[in-house]
């Protein structure tokens, strides 16, 4: 890490670490930096996104089910920053309940904890709203919870790091790479201060106080591995405890891996430039476009499931399927056999008709199961073809 590179004394200071590497100490937050017109209007138009996200949240039939494919595509995307190449459609027909298979791979495994971990948070959240370094540790355990091979072998679940880590190319060292996050005998105290700023009363902007927290996370990197994921799904738990939105429908990821340069570069100048209002902006954008995607695509599922429960209303067992095929697409015997509580025959007769009536599609599966998609549904969610 290059000293000269670093200019800004208010974003931070380099200091020498007991190990004797060289790394950035960030300042505590608030910063100051000098708001302009072009930060007013994108947060004009993040806080309108945000507003009509929270609108249609609250007016949302079986919430619950709607959201949970949300979930599962952030999962997908924010884990795929990170180099996995799980898609959301591999995640989508093994997440059929009790007849699946425990993946076995590395990248499935931390699709699924991404997921579980969401879950917990957004449960925690409703019972305590109050974000945590207890809560952050709880979540990382669950994220980095029984990864096979290699990448989960250094993961620590549940533990901030001991050590010195640094964001590079494998095989780079301290001195070669952009940046060396703080040392660990500074690391608690940078923790407390950030903790102390997420949750003290504050006149800033939501938003604007969510783009500076998850900023500061990534600077203090206080994991030895799943930093990222953990940082991108905070803004969702941060904005829910605040109820923009009302329901957990905007996630970041998708901007971020469409202009990940721009993430980092973002990131970095803060660092090197005391260049907040650039990073802002960013996030505000990518609110913005995440926050009209979700808001399309919701409307887009609300308008399905209604136009459907009315072709269907003669029959009240197809009627009944719509929902768990919008919590998830993909349908086998034995899963409308446990939605419905009705016998396989039944639900194979159920699944014939939905087939009939174009709602559903018989797809390969590789076993003798019967397996189903709804590609309208697929669609909306993925954007593209589920098969």
């Not at 040392?183 to 604007?208: I, K």
């Amino acid at each position: 890490m290059n000293r000269q590179d670093y200019g800004s004394p208010q974003a931070g200071q380099i200091i020498r670490g007991l190990d004797g590497n060289d790394a950035f100490l960030p300042s505590s937050l608030p910063p100051q930096f000098e708001w302009n017109p072009d930060l007013t209007v994108a947060l004009s138009r993040a806080d309108a996104v945000v507003g009509e996200l929270s609108g249609i949240g609250r007016l949302l039939p079986a919430p619950e089910l709607l959201i949970r494919p949300y979930i599962q595509r952030e999962a997908v995307l924010s884990s795929r920053i990170e180099g996995t190449r799980t898609t959301l459609d591999e995640v989508l027909r093994e997440d059929r309940g009790p007849e699946t298979a425990e993946p076995q791979d590395a990248d499935a495994t931390e699709v699924r904890n991404y997921v579980a971990a969401m879950d917990y948070g957004l449960a925690a959240l409703a019972r305590r709203p109050v974000l945590s370094l207890n809560l952050i540790l709880e979540l990382h355990e669950i994220l980095m919870a029984e990864i096979p091979g290699e990448r989960g072998s250094n993961a620590s679940p549940g533990r901030f790091r001991t050590t010195q880590n640094w964001i590079g190319n494998p095989g780079s060292t301290p001195k070669t790479v952009r940046y060396v996050p703080p040392p660990p005998e500074r690391l608690m105290e940078c923790l407390t201060a950030w903790e102390r700023f997420v949750n003290e009363p504050s006149p800033m902007p939501d938003l604007v106080r969510c783009a500076l927290m998850h900023e500061q996370f990534e600077a203090i990197h206080p994991f030895n591995d799943g930093n990222g994921r953990i940082g991108r799904f905070f803004v969702t738990l941060f904005l829910i405890e605040r109820g923009r939105p009302s329901q957990p429908l905007l996630y970041l990821s998708e901007f971020i891996e469409a202009n990940r340069e721009g993430y980092y570069e973002s990131l970095q100048r803060i660092r090197t430039h005391g260049d907040w209002a650039n990073w802002v902006l960013y996030f505000l954008e990518g609110v913005s476009v995440t926050g009209r995607r979700a808001l399309d695509q919701t409307i887009q599922l609300v308008d399905l499931r209604e136009a459907w429960r009315s072709r269907l209303h003669r029959h009240p067992r197809l009627v009944a399927l719509i929902d768990p095929l919008l919590s998830n697409p993909y349908m086998t015997v034995a899963r409308a056999s446990r939605e419905l509580g009705i016998s396989d025959p039944t639900s194979r007769a159920a699944l014939f008709e939905l087939e009939a009536a174009g709602l559903l599609t018989q797809i390969p599966s590789g076993s003798r199961r019967r397996l189903y998609v709804a590609r309208p549904i697929m669609e909306i969610i993925d954007g593209r073809d589920g098969d």
